[in-house]
Nanobody
């Protein structure tokens, strides 16, 4: 069993920055690919960013590419999402998720259906 707890959300003005953290416990974090997803009111949950178990491979949604950076610290069992140049359309609940169902430590997973464990989410609100 894996427990994921997000933190770092809040209210920020457009153009500002936030860093989200996802603390994991319960199993070997370094074996799992991690992802960040978000869900805005009235919309489906969507992919934001993903990082491989090794940390060496990443993937981003086009809408956040160049503004967001995903990373992980396996020794701390924590994943991060650095969000810069935030826009009002980034407003959503942000969820971290993990999966061991990847082909290698260098593979990423970008589908919500492929993730095994989810945190409860942290709200990010960007004001205009």
């Amino acid at each position: 069993q894996v427990q994921l707890v997000e933190s770092g959300g809040g209210l920020v003005q457009a153009g500002g920055s936030l860093r989200l953290s996802c603390a994991a416990s319960g199993r070997t974090f370094s074996s799992d690919a991690m992802g960040w997803f978000r869900q805005a009111p009235g919309k489906e949950r969507e992919f934001v960013a993903a990082v491989s178990a090794s940390g060496g491979s990443t993937s981003y949604a086009d809408s956040v590419k160049g503004r967001f950076t995903i990373s992980r610290a396996n020794a701390k069992m924590t994943a991060y999402l650095q969000m810069n140049s935030l826009k009002p359309e980034d407003t959503a609940v942000y969820y971290c998720a993990s999966t061991s169902r990847v082909s290698s430590r260098y593979s990423v997973s970008v589908s919500p259906r492929a993730m095994d464990y989810w945190g409860k989410g942290t709200l990010v609100t960007v004001s205009s």
